[in-house]
């Protein structure tokens, strides 16, 4: 059974960071396509960012981009998300997913507020 457990999310001033987890199990992490999506209330499910098997190729959405860095420890089986000077429009639900699976775990709630 395919499981995603995301975790370190929480309230943050506006400049402020988090890192994001997402263990997972049931599946060859270390042959995953693996990715971050997020979603803000009352707003549709958003890709953030992707990372490739071996972590050398990463992508991210423009409005994250050079604020945010994606890795991940295949020894691990765990995917990180590193949030750096966060803004309100950051705040939402954040996800991993594997790509190619519809499977998601309960995701994390990020909020930036002053």
């Known amino acids: 059974e395919v499981q995603l457990v995301e975790s370190g999310g929480g309230s943050v001033q506006p400049g402020g960071s988090l890192r994001l987890s997402c263990a997972t199990s049931?599946?060859?992490?270390?042959?995953?396509?693996m990715a971050w999506f997020r979603q803000a209330p009352g707003k549709r499910v958003e890709w953030v960012s992707n990372?490739?098997?071996?972590?050398?190729?990463?992508n991210y959405a423009a409005s994250v981009k050079g604020r945010f860095t994606i890795s991940r420890d295949n020894a691990k089986n765990t995917v990180y998300l590193q949030l750096n000077s966060l803004k309100v429009e950051d705040t939402g639900v954040y996800y991993c997913?594997?790509?190619?699976?519809?499977?998601r775990g309960q995701g994390t709630q990020v909020t930036v507020s002053s």
């Open positions: 990372i490739n098997p071996d972590g050398g190729t990463t």
């Open positions: 997913q594997k790509l190619g699976l519809a499977t």
């Open positions: 049931g599946f060859a992490f270390s042959d995953a396509h």
